[in-house]
Structure formats: C-alpha cells, structure tokens
C-alpha cells in the first residue's frame, strides 16, 4: 500500500525566510502528485499538481519538483509570508480517483 | 468559479440522530468524493461519484450512505453513528475520473457525535 511522509511535521521560520518542504512516497507507480495548503479548521486549496512526466511547476513564490524513480518530491516557498501559515499536504495519485495523503507539514511564518 | 460549497459548516448529532450532509458544485464536473479527515491527520477517500454512478466505495460501514441525485449534488447521510466518526468531512469534485484532472476541495462539515 502507498504510503506517504512529510518531512518535517512543524516547521516554524521568521519571515522572508526560504523554506523547504519534503514529500517522500514508497511506490513510484503515481500518477501525479500534488500539493495542498489547509488552513486550520478549513478545506483544502489546490497549489500545485505535477504530473509524473513533469518534473516541476511553479506559481508565484512557490515551486514544486517532483523526483519519481527516487519517490520525492519538494515545495519550495520563496520569501515566506505570515500568510503563508498552513498545513501543507502532498498526495499522490496511483489510480484514477484515489488520492493518498501526506501527513502534513504544519508550517508557521514569525512576522 | 472554483467553488464547491459544503453544508452545514458545523453538526453536533446524537448516536440515534438521522441528519445528512450537502455537497454542491456548478463546475460542470462529472466526478465528487467524499473523504473523512480525523484531527491532525490526512484525509481519507470514503466514497467517489462518476456521471451520478457509485464507483468506489472504500469499505465505509454502511450507517454512511451517500447519494448524488444529480451532477450537481452530492450527499452523505448518516445515522446511528459513534463518537469515533466525530471528524472534519470534506467534499471535492474534478472534471471527470481521469488521473490529470485536479480535485476541489469544500471547506467541509465538521462533525461531532455525542
């Protein structure tokens, strides 16, 4: 069974600051994978989606790589924001409609 | 628009209550998902939705049952549940089933049972 792991579980920066977020998954048979931002109490908002021909996408301050044969994948966010403040969830899509998620990144930006 | 809205925002049921839960979209998408997210923990896929057909069911006990009586809706209804189903139900919807179309996501029911 897929299995996927979010490396570190609470990370905290002051802001402007460069960080990095870590997605690691077991089986390299996906789809695609793609990241999510959720604030506390709320629904997920889509960020970014990399197919696994892809080997990044990039919004705005936010760029997402994705390392299949090695089962990774990386967002980077460039000069943080305090509403940058989320939980950050990768998933990966082995079949159609099945999504399995990460464990969450809880992610605090220091005015 | 971008939206799926879910009600109601809150749920406190008792054990022996019947209530449901409402998912709407007007996206035109063909595919919706039921997934269930326990605190501080991942959503998980309970059931998928494709043109108005029931296509996974993910061994969810059947006090959930849902229903999607049009492209546009999608309900969950629930009866006799346990403390332990007391979670953030979340509701989503893509274009269709294939593996490329991005899911999106409501800002989902949170559900406590007494």
């Known amino acids: 069974k897929q299995e996927v792991t979010q490396i570190p579980a609470a990370l905290s920066v002051p802001e402007g600051e460069n960080l990095v977020l870590n997605c690691s998954f077991t089986d390299s048979a996906i789809y695609n994978l793609q990241w999510f931002r959720q604030d506390p109490g709320k629904g997920l908002t889509s960020l970014l989606l990399?197919?696994?021909?892809?080997r990044e996408q990039t919004s705005g301050r936010l760029n997402a790589s994705l390392d299949k044969s090695s089962g990774r994948s990386t967002l980077y966010i460039a000069a943080s924001q305090p509403g940058d403040s989320a939980t950050y969830l990768c998933?990966?899509?082995?079949?159609?409609?099945?999504?399995?998620f990460g464990t969450g990144t809880r992610l605090t930006v220091i005015p | 628009d971008t939206e799926v809205t879910q009600t109601p925002k809150h749920l406190v049921m008792g054990m022996t209550n019947k209530k449901s839960l409402k998912c709407e979209q007007h996206m035109g998408h063909r595919a919706m998902y039921w997934y269930k997210q326990k605190a501080k923990k991942p959503p998980e896929l309970m059931f998928v939705?494709?043109?108005?057909?029931?296509?996974i069911n993910e061994s969810v006990p059947s006090r959930f049952s849902p229903e999607c009586p049009n492209s546009s809706l999608l309900n969950l209804h629930l009866h006799a549940l346990q403390p332990e189903d007391s979670a953030l139900y979340l509701c989503?919807?893509?274009?269709?089933?294939?593996?490329?179309?991005?899911?999106?996501f409501g800002a989902g029911t949170r559900l406590s049972v007494l």
């Open positions: 998933a990966v899509r082995p079949g159609a409609n099945n999504l399995f």
């Open positions: 989503a919807s893509s274009q269709e089933r294939g593996a490329e179309n991005i899911q999106y």
């Open positions: 939705y494709s043109y108005e057909k029931l296509s």
């Open positions: 990399i197919q696994s021909s892809q």
